[in-house]
């Protein structure tokens, strides 16, 4: 199912396409090479102004939501938990963000693909390389 945006999206873009099939269809290439009606040429303007404003609402609309979510930190690393992206978690003194979901077990430091450190604390911090963890 479409939310609005993306069906008006939809839309628009058919409709743009539609006006430069109609463009290029049943005229010569000597036609082609002469310059475009003010019509037409306003017709184009006015379906990519459309486009790029259908884009732009659905993108404030994105930002606004991540906006009103703030930082969510859930506290202590649990190794129990399962953490989303954009956890925020403290482990050995130090604040780390989880950059995509992160199974069980998976410690902030121990894969860099899924933690990132944000905050060192004092305690020092293990580095490992990026890559399968080996098993």
Same mark, same amino acid.
């Given at each position: 199912?479409?939310?609005?945006?993306?069906?008006?999206?939809?839309?628009?873009?058919?409709?743009?396409?539609?006006? $430069?099939?109609? %463009? /290029?269809?049943?005229?010569?290439?000597?036609?082609?090479? %002469? &310059?475009?009606?003010?019509?037409?040429? !306003?017709?184009?303007?006015?379906?990519?102004?459309?486009?790029? *404003?259908?884009? %732009? =609402?659905?993108?404030?609309?994105?930002?606004?939501?991540?906006?009103?979510?703030?930082?969510?930190? %859930?506290?202590? @690393?649990? $190794?129990?938990?399962? @953490?989303?992206?954009?956890?925020?978690?403290? !482990?050995?003194?130090?604040?780390?963000?989880?950059?995509?979901?992160?199974?069980?077990?998976?410690? &902030?430091?121990? /894969?860099?693909?899924?933690?990132?450190? *944000?905050? =060192?604390?004092?305690?020092?911090? =293990?580095?490992?390389?990026?890559?399968?963890?080996?098993?």
């Amino acid at each position: 199912m479409m939310d609005e945006g993306t069906e008006e999206l939809v839309i628009v873009t058919a409709r743009a396409e539609e006006i $430069r099939t109609g %463009l /290029d269809t049943g005229y010569s290439i000597e036609e082609l090479r %002469l &310059p475009l009606s003010r019509r037409m040429v !306003h017709a184009l303007v006015a379906a990519t102004t459309a486009a790029t *404003a259908v884009k %732009l =609402k659905a993108l404030s609309a994105r930002i606004e939501a991540i906006e009103e979510g703030g930082i969510r930190y %859930l506290g202590n @690393y649990q $190794r129990a938990s399962s @953490y989303s992206k954009g956890d925020t978690v403290t !482990h050995s003194g130090s604040l780390w963000v989880a950059l995509k979901a992160v199974a069980e077990g998976t410690a &902030p430091g121990s /894969d860099p693909a899924c933690w990132q450190l *944000a905050s =060192k604390g004092d305690r020092p911090v =293990k580095r490992t390389t990026a890559g399968p963890t080996p098993t």
